[in-house]
């Protein structure tokens, strides 16, 4: 195994090696692709000048992650990491499917080198996944210290056979009459369609249906809808809309009369689709638009198979909780890479403690509220 560090610059003679990567890789991540890499650099909505940590095979490229002098906070002061902007969900590296042993121990090494030693972050990596278990056993036989912080478990949802398999394994019979109820009441107030749109003029039309939702709603209120900004909107449009080769975009839409009143999109990529962002008309909570949503993207994938597996992209407290029977255990994994080090123990309680502070904050107005 050989390593490299390069920018995006040295990268730019292996495009067709890294859309490869990204293709046939072991775990999905549209995140690290050249095209959305690319419209995060282009946009400056991520870290600028971010290194590539690679590992060969010979001549070819068989993992790759990019990473950043700043990737975050762990405790009083900044530290290296993964590259992650607001709308990354994961920081899982690319893995080519045949990638031989040691490619993970080959990754480790590159990390050092381009980060020079110290605490590093790899926010929202799947921890107990095949790659996620690999990176931190290759970690501990350098002697790292690894912890992990903010542990939960992400819904996604692995196809099933059928439709209806998946209904009687996921769903009570409350939530099917639940949803049953809520499509006789939206169809009594008029024609209702469910649209789906993967590129030129539909998605573009698919996209700023979303964000006309998102901003009529309780994000557009607060200011911090995408629509609100003529920055965040222009990236978000491009973002979408710039996906190709190994990465794809997915809208899905439910209709009422032709009136969008539910809007999804996603990311696709080595046969995971990503539930990056969704909306719904708050004038129509009371009939669940969103969660008829979410039905009728599950419903598609069993009839439409585009592809293997729904990632919801969530934080904890997702309506897909209920929807989704399969889950993905995440946390941002902080990384000690000069071993010994007395600090990195002391800031990782330091960021912990900060966490849950800021956390009992944010319940404060929900349980006066109540």
Excluded at 200 to 225: P, S
Aim: hydrophobic share 45%.
């Amino acid at each position: 195994m050989t390593i490299d560090i390069l920018d995006r610059e040295g990268l730019e003679g292996e495009r067709d090696a890294w859309d490869a990567l990204a293709s046939n890789a072991r775990a999905a991540n549209p995140f690290f692709t050249r095209p959305l890499v690319d419209t995060h650099l282009a946009h400056r909505f991520c870290a600028p000048r971010p290194r590539f940590a690679c590992v060969r095979s010979g001549a070819r490229l068989v993992a790759l992650l990019p990473v950043t002098a700043r990737a975050g906070r762990l405790g009083w002061c900044d530290a290296p990491g993964v590259l992650g902007s607001p709308f990354s969900t994961l920081s899982t590296p690319l893995v080519a499917r045949d990638a031989p042993d040691g490619w993970a121990d080959g990754l480790v090494r590159a990390i050092r080198r381009a980060c020079r030693g110290g605490a590093f972050l790899f926010p929202m990596l799947p921890v107990a996944s095949p790659i996620g278990i690999a990176v931190r056993e290759a970690f501990a036989r350098i002697g790292a210290d690894v912890a992990a912080l903010a542990p939960f478990q992400r819904p996604v949802l692995s196809v099933r056979t059928h439709y209806e398999a998946y209904v009687a394994e996921a769903l009570g019979r409350s939530r099917r009459k639940g949803l049953e109820r809520c499509r006789r009441r939206l169809a009594e107030r008029g024609r209702v369609a469910h649209r789906v749109a993967r590129g030129g003029a539909a998605l573009a039309r698919a996209v700023d249906d979303f964000m006309t939702l998102e901003t009529g709603g309780w994000k557009g209120r607060l200011g911090t809808a995408l629509g609100t900004d003529p920055v965040t909107r222009a990236f978000a449009r491009e973002l979408f809309l710039s996906a190709r080769g190994p990465v794809t975009a997915r809208a899905d839409v439910i209709a009422l009369d032709d009136a969008p009143i539910a809007a999804s999109l996603a990311l696709v990529s080595a046969g995971t689709a990503f539930l990056v962002k969704t909306a719904y008309d708050e004038r129509h909570r009371a009939l669940g638009p969103g969660v008829l949503l979410e039905d009728a993207i599950v419903r598609a994938l069993h009839e439409e198979r585009f592809c293997d597996r729904l990632d919801s992209a969530t934080l904890p407290g997702s309506v897909l909780e209920t929807l989704y029977p399969d889950r993905v255990a995440i946390a941002d994994l902080a990384v000690n890479l000069r071993p010994g080090d007395p600090l990195f123990h002391a800031r990782v309680a330091t960021e912990r403690w900060q966490r849950d502070a800021r956390a009992r904050v944010k319940r404060v107005p929900a349980r006066e509220s109540a």
